[in-house]
C-alpha cells in the first residue's frame, strides 16, 4: 500500500515517512525545498516530488505523481507555513493567503483529485495534522491558527461527504518539538502549563497515524496529542 505524505522535508514529515517504510509502506512524499538530508528518503525509496503548495499547478505536479499508482491508501496532510504575523497590514494579509493556500487550498485539491484512488482501496483515509491552537486562537498568530482552524473544518466536511469508502481524520498536535529558536524562557513557560510537563517528540504522533490507520470504525475524529497542553489554554 501506498501513503502520501506532504511537507516531508523536515520535522514531522520525514519521521512519518521514515516510519512508513519501516513499517513497509510504499510512501510518495512532497517538499517544498531540497535539502541534503532528503537524500535519506531516497536511499530507503521514497518517491520525492518537489511542489510549492502556494501554487495550484504545483499541487497539480504531486496529482499526476500519484496517478502513476494504483495503490494509494492514505493522505497525511502535514505541510505547514508559519511564521509571526507582520506588522504591516498588507503584509499580513499576503502571509493569510499563502497559509490559506498551504493549509486549506492544497489539501482541498489533493483530497478531491485523489479520493477515488483511495475508495479503491478496503481501508482508505485522510489525516490531517491540525494544531491544538485552532480552539484558543491567539490575536498575534490569528492568520496561522484560523487556516489551520479552516483545515479542521475542511477535514469534518470531508469525512462526511466521503464516507462510507474513504475515512477522514485529524491530530493536533500540541508542543512536541520546539524549534531551534524557541528560547530556554520560553520553552520554561510552555511547559510549565503542560500536565506532563515535557516536550512530546515526534514518536506520539505516529502512534496516533497508528491508531488511525487500524481502527476502521473512526472518521470526523480529532485526537489532542499535547501533553494535556490544551487544558491550559482552552
Given at each position: 500500500?501506498r501513503?502520501?505524505?506532504?511537507?516531508?522535508?523536515?520535522?514531522?514529515?520525514?519521521?512519518l515517512?521514515?516510519?512508513?517504510?519501516a513499517?513497509?509502506?510504499?510512501v510518495?512524499?512532497?517538499?517544498r525545498?531540497e535539502?541534503?538530508?532528503?537524500?535519506?528518503l531516497?536511499?530507503?525509496?521514497?518517491e520525492?516530488?518537489k511542489?510549492?503548495?502556494?501554487r495550484?499547478?504545483?499541487?497539480?505536479?504531486v496529482?499526476?505523481a500519484?496517478?502513476?499508482?494504483?495503490?494509494?491508501?492514505l493522505?497525511i496532510h502535514?505541510?505547514?507555513?508559519?511564521?509571526?504575523?507582520?506588522a504591516?497590514?498588507?503584509v499580513?494579509?499576503?502571509?493569510?493567503?499563502?497559509?490559506?493556500?498551504?493549509?486549506?487550498?492544497?489539501?482541498f485539491?489533493?483530497?478531491r483529485?485523489?479520493?477515488?484512488?483511495?475508495a479503491?482501496?478496503?481501508n482508505g483515509?485522510?489525516?490531517?495534522?491540525t494544531?491544538?491552537?485552532i480552539?484558543?486562537?491567539?490575536?498575534?498568530f490569528?492568520?496561522?491558527v484560523?487556516?489551520?482552524?479552516?483545515?479542521?473544518?475542511?477535514a469534518?466536511?470531508?469525512?462526511?461527504e466521503?464516507?462510507?469508502?474513504?475515512?477522514?481524520?485529524?491530530?493536533?498536535?500540541?508542543?512536541?518539538?520546539?524549534?531551534?529558536?524557541h528560547?530556554?524562557?520560553?520553552?520554561?513557560q510552555v511547559?510549565?502549563?503542560?500536565?506532563?510537563?515535557?516536550e512530546g517528540?515526534?514518536?506520539?504522533i505516529w502512534?496516533?497515524v497508528?491508531?488511525?490507520m487500524?481502527?476502521?470504525?473512526m472518521?470526523?475524529?480529532?485526537?489532542?496529542?499535547d501533553?494535556?497542553?490544551?487544558?491550559?489554554?482552552?
Open positions: 500500500m501513503a502520501l505524505v506532504t511537507g516531508c522535508g523536515r520535522r514531522l514529515g520525514f519521521y515517512c521514515e516510519q512508513l517504510v513499517a513497509g509502506w510504499q510518495t512524499g512532497s517538499y525545498n535539502r541534503p538530508e532528503l537524500d535519506r531516497r536511499d530507503v525509496g521514497v520525492l516530488v511542489a510549492d503548495f502556494t495550484e499547478e504545483e499541487v497539480g505536479a496529482v499526476t500519484l496517478a502513476a499508482h494504483e495503490d494509494l491508501a493522505i502535514n505541510a505547514s507555513a508559519f511564521e509571526p504575523q507582520a504591516d497590514p498588507a499580513q494579509l499576503a502571509q493569510f493567503d499563502q497559509f490559506y493556500r498551504v493549509h486549506m487550498a492544497a489539501p485539491q489533493l483530497n483529485a485523489l479520493a477515488p484512488a483511495l479503491r482501496q478496503p483515509g485522510i489525516i490531517h495534522i494544531d491544538i491552537y480552539h484558543a486562537p491567539a490575536p498575534q490569528a492568520a496561522y484560523a487556516t489551520k482552524a479552516g483545515a479542521h473544518s475542511l469534518m466536511s470531508f469525512a462526511r466521503l464516507a462510507p469508502a474513504v475515512r477522514v481524520n485529524t491530530i493536533e498536535p500540541g508542543p512536541i518539538l520546539f524549534l531551534d529558536e528560547g530556554d524562557d520560553w520553552r520554561q511547559l510549565a502549563k503542560t500536565p506532563l510537563a515535557r517528540g515526534l514518536e506520539p502512534q496516533a497508528q491508531m488511525l487500524k481502527n476502521d470504525y472518521t470526523g475524529a480529532s485526537i489532542r496529542v501533553g494535556g497542553r490544551a487544558l491550559a489554554v482552552i
